[in-house]
């Protein structure tokens, strides 16, 4: 069974900042493309961020561009999600998943992995 584990969430204040982790299988890392999704309570899971298949900049959500950059350590299979200037709206759960390059970067339906989650707070 593939695991990807998220790490790094927590509680945080307004205008903060937090680096969200995620280590990845080897097999997946190199062939899948990684993205990072959100849920707020009550609310459906929502694209964050992923790679593209070249080496292009990588897509974002518009709610989070300027704000988020998500990365990669090629030698340690694990993407990274920079988070800076939090505000309350981004508080979720924050998931990293794994998706063939071939399918849509910005629906769930386009990922096939997926971590467990780690929740994000950010106060006002």
């Known amino acids: 069974q593939v695991q990807l584990v998220e790490s790094g969430g927590g509680l945080v204040q307004a205008g903060g900042s937090l680096r969200l982790s995620c280590v990845v299988p080897g097999r997946i890392f190199s062939s899948y493309r990684m993205g990072w999704f959100r849920q707020a309570p009550g609310k459906e899971r929502e694209f964050v961020a992923a790679?593209?298949?070249?080496?292009?900049?990588?897509y974002y959500a518009d709610s989070v561009k300027g704000r988020f950059t998500i990365s990669r350590d090629n030698a340690k299979n694990t993407v990274y999600l920079q988070m800076n200037s939090l505000t309350p709206e981004d508080t979720a759960d924050y998931y990293c998943?794994?998706?063939?390059?071939?399918?849509?970067?910005?629906?769930?339906?386009?990922?096939?992995?997926w971590g467990q989650g780690t929740q994000v707070t950010v106060s006002s």
């Open positions: 790679f593209r298949w070249n080496i292009g900049s990588p």
């Open positions: 998943a794994a998706g063939l390059y071939s399918r849509t970067y910005y629906d769930t339906k386009g990922y096939d992995y």
